[in-house]
C-alpha cells in the first residue's frame, strides 16, 4: 500500500507560479512511476505529467508541456510538479497517482491516488 498526500496548491494570478508536492508513506515512492493528473471543474480527470522510477525520463501532455516540470526525490520520498507561467485554464484539483507503467496516461491504469489539491488561477 502507498499513501500519497498532495499540497501547494492555491490561488495565483495568471502568469504565476505554484509548486506542487506529492509525499508517500508505506512502499517506497522509488517503486513505482509517478504522474500527476487533473481534473478542471465539470470535466473529467486528465493527464498531466509522468516520471519514471529513477527521475531519468518524463512526459508531458502537450497542454503543459514547457510550462510545467514534474520531478522526484526518492529519499525524501516525495515528487513535485513545478508549474509556470499558469493560465486560467490550468485551474483544477489536481492529484498525484502510482502506477506501474511509464506508458500509462489513463487514470484506470494507477493503483494509489492522493485526494487532490485545488489549483485556482485568476485572470
Known amino acids: 500500500q502507498v499513501q500519497l498526500v498532495e499540497s501547494g496548491g492555491g490561488l495565483v494570478q495568471a502568469g504565476g507560479s505554484l509548486r506542487l508536492s506529492c509525499a508517500a508513506s508505506?512502499?517506497?515512492?522509488?517503486?513505482?512511476?509517478m504522474s500527476w493528473f487533473r481534473q478542471p471543474p465539470g470535466k473529467e480527470r486528465e493527464f498531466v505529467a509522468t516520471?519514471?522510477?529513477?527521475?531519468?525520463?518524463?512526459y508531458y501532455a502537450d497542454s503543459v508541456k514547457g510550462r510545467f516540470t514534474i520531478s522526484r526525490d526518492n529519499a525524501k520520498n516525495t515528487v513535485y510538479l513545478q508549474m509556470n507561467s499558469l493560465k486560467p485554464e490550468d485551474t483544477a484539483v489536481y492529484y498525484c497517482a502510482a502506477g506501474l507503467m511509464f506508458s500509462a496516461r489513463r487514470p484506470e491504469e494507477y493503483n494509489y491516488w492522493g485526494q487532490g489539491t485545488q489549483v485556482t488561477v485568476s485572470s
Open positions: 516520471i519514471n522510477r529513477s527521475g531519468g525520463s518524463t
Open positions: 508505506g512502499r517506497t515512492v522509488s517503486n513505482y512511476v
